[in-house]
């Protein structure tokens, strides 16, 4: 693809968005061309944010780490696709504001879905538990999540296919210049 800075794909939003299958969808075209990292919330949470809890506190040290990890990346031409929750705008804007200040471009994509469409898709009964009370600190239910007021991208994965999502992005990265045409879509 002849391009070799790295740059930041910020996928936020609830559980169950489909934050996780867009990204593994994204990180599979996005290899051929170049080099490629994903950060997954719930890998980051077992190796690099073991021992936070889901205070606010430590919600937004989990986002710093993931950021942080994302910049060194990016900053040596890897493109980064960091998918998680995080819930707070400020936690958001603080990890674009130090990308954008040390040259890498971030973009945030919008992973959202209905309440009712999460909870049918929630495999794991999360949901289901913390609106029974049993599940205390769950976001979306018992905590709250900030919805990006203006995200570079939006995908609703309840109407959008995997494959719409992805060229949704896809698009957004062309227009911000961190894709050439040789990146078919």
Known sequence: MGRSAGFILWLTG???AG???????????????????????DEVRTWLSRG??????????????????ARLLAKHGVGVIAAAISPYAAS??????????????FVEVF??????????RDVKGLYKKALAGELAHF?????????????????????DSVEAGLLRVLEAL????????????
């Open 14 to 16: 609830l559980s169950g």
């Open 19 to 41: 934050k996780s299958t867009l990204s593994r969808a994204l990180h599979a075209h996005l290899a051929r061309s170049q080099p490629m990292e994903v950060l997954d919330g």
């Open 52 to 69: 936070l809890g889901f205070s606010r506190e430590d919600r937004e040290e989990n986002v710093r780490r993931i950021g942080q990890v």
């Open 92 to 105: 958001r804007a603080e990890v674009r504001r130090l990308a954008e200040a040390a040259g890498i471009p």
């Open 111 to 120: 992973v959202q879905a209905p309440l009712d469409v999460l909870i049918a």
């Open 139 to 159: 976001t979306g239910v018992s905590d709250p999540y900030e919805a990006p007021a203006a995200p570079d991208v939006t995908v609703r994965s309840d109407v």
């Open 174 to 185: 062309r227009q911000r210049g961190l894709l050439d045409d040789s990146v078919a879509a």
